[in-house]
């Protein structure tokens, strides 16, 4: 059950589309919203490179500290107050401030507190960057303890659910938050299984049929062999309609991901958004 839902906004090109999903589900849900921009207090920790691999420590003037500090907190309050208005005038129930610390640790904090959590795929130095996802979103997905979604730059209400299913534990918490979103949004659910032997395949479709049975559903199933992560981003690119993927996160090893970058890294990389990371 989906009853409150944080949005973590900072003024990105991201942040109307996350406020967007966050209005949308909150309506049909019947969701309270808890929005907050985080003023990070790193950026005033700085550091000189001196070449190699040694660093020593700059610290700004009083005066840049002061200024700088007063800058992001004014554009924090222009941004909140500016969300205050759209938010009531959407007639939801809602709260918004601004707020200090890490984002990372801050976010990651508050997920403990609300059933679901929304962020853009990128942050605040987006339109500079080459990245394909930001830091703190990436640090936020593997950290947070409630489901994630991921909204791209543009809002677009997604007319079905796609749940990546393969009996993992977190795949498996995924099949059932699809199966709430799809009953309480009336959307239909299509339940996809990737794997190479087609028993296996066959099996943990039977298996996500049982599951759903009492839903009554508008439900279909799907099995494709191949590369997991080439098959699920072009399934999110071959839909005719947007469509919300549900996914599991980091299933596999701490070293596995290092070396190679897990399946749900490399999805939330390519894949067109918005997608839902099961927790």
């Not at 040694?54 to 309050?77: L, Q, T, W």
């Not at 942050?123 to 909204?151: F, K, M």
């Not at 979103?181 to 049929?209: F, N």
Request: glycine fraction near 6%; proline fraction near 3%; aromatic fraction near 8%.
């Amino acid at each position: 059950m989906i009853k409150s839902i944080f949005l973590a906004v900072d003024g990105s090109i991201f942040t109307n589309a996350v406020v967007e999903y966050g209005i949308d589900l909150a309506k049909k849900l019947d969701a309270f919203l808890r929005v907050y921009s985080v003023i990070d207090i790193r950026i005033y920790e700085w550091v000189l490179n001196t070449g190699g691999e040694g660093y020593m420590p700059v610290i700004p003037s009083n005066v840049f500290h002061d200024e700088s500090y007063k800058f992001h907190s004014e554009r924090a309050e222009v941004l909140i107050d500016t969300l205050r208005k759209k938010l009531k005038d959407s007639g939801i129930k809602f709260e918004a401030d601004k707020l200090e610390g890490d984002p990372v640790e801050v976010i990651c904090d508050i997920s403990r507190q609300v059933d679901l959590v929304i962020m853009g795929a990128r942050g605040d130095y987006a339109r500079w960057g080459d990245r394909l996802l930001g830091a703190t979103l990436e640090s936020v997905s593997r950290q947070n303890h409630s489901p994630l979604l991921i909204a791209d730059q543009t809002y677009n209400e997604f007319k079905s659910i796609i749940c990546a299913y393969d009996r993992s534990e977190a795949s498996n918490t995924g099949l059932k938050l699809s199966a709430y979103l799809s009953e309480q949004l009336s959307l239909p659910l299509e339940v996809l299984t990737i794997h190479d032997d087609e028993l296996e395949r066959e099996e943990t479709l039977e298996e996500a049929r049982t599951y759903l049975e009492p839903y009554k559903l508008q439900a279909q199933f799907r099995h494709e062999a191949g590369d997991p992560v080439k098959t699920l981003i072009q399934v999110t690119l071959d839909v005719l309609e947007p469509a919300l993927l549900v996914m599991g996160s980091f299933g596999h090893s701490r070293i596995r991901e290092a070396i190679l970058g897990s399946t749900t890294v490399q999805v939330m990389r390519k894949a067109n958004r918005p997608i839902l990371l099961a927790k």
